[in-house]
């Protein structure tokens, strides 16, 4: 299989991977619209980006958490070395 063989093959999947899910949350937002209406759905859309953010939040938190640990123990053994 050549390269550009290989390429074509590998670009076809990975464009599945990105329009299979698209269809899908498309397909949802249809739906949810359907079953709750379209003020219901408001709320619900705005429930669920505060509940992205906060989680993205949580994240970032996490990590400066564990990157500030790793800076006072490396400064510790910084002073106990001194």
């Known amino acids: 299989m050549s390269k550009i063989d290989h390429f074509l093959k590998e670009s076809f999947i990975y464009s599945l991977t990105k329009i299979i899910p698209g ?3 498309f397909v949802s937002i249809i739906i949810f619209i359907r ?3 379209t003020e219901e ?3 619900f859309s705005i429930l ?3 509940i992205q953010i906060s989680s993205c ?3 970032a938190f996490t ?3 564990w990157i ?3 800076m006072l123990e490396l400064w510790g053994v910084v002073i106990v070395d001194q």
Do not use: S
Request: charged letters at 5%.
């Open 35 to 37: 079953f709750l209406g």
């Open 41 to 43: 759905y408001g709320y």
């Open 68 to 70: 500030c640990d790793l």
């Open 63 to 65: 990590v400066l958490a």
């Open 48 to 50: 669920f980006l505060l």
């Open 57 to 59: 939040f949580m994240m």
């Open 23 to 25: 269809l899908f949350g």
